[in-house]
């Protein structure tokens, strides 16, 4: 199958670490609530939405085993 949904290929962090802006592979910069309403409507691949224990909604990267495509190992841009 070949999936033509864009992927995120780099972040930015904030001060404290957390992911707060995306670029996809089509060179979007989306913010936080741009990047998770996108991933909710499936416009994103390789990535999913789920609750946290606080109750808000974060973006994560899909379990496929291969690590160095999580969030957290994307360059910064």
Do not use: C, H, W
Request: hydrophobic share 30%; aromatic share 8%; glycine share 12%.
């Amino acid at each position: 199958m070949n999936d033509e949904r864009e992927r995120f290929t780099a972040v930015q962090r904030n001060g404290d670490g957390d992911l707060e802006r995306f670029q996809t592979s089509g060179g979007r910069v989306l913010d936080y609530q741009q990047a998770l309403e996108e991933v909710k409507s499936g416009i994103i691949a390789g990535v999913n939405v789920f609750k946290g224990k606080d109750g808000e909604m974060y973006i994560r990267s899909d379990a496929d085993g291969d690590p160095s495509n999580n969030l957290s190992q994307l360059p910064t841009f």
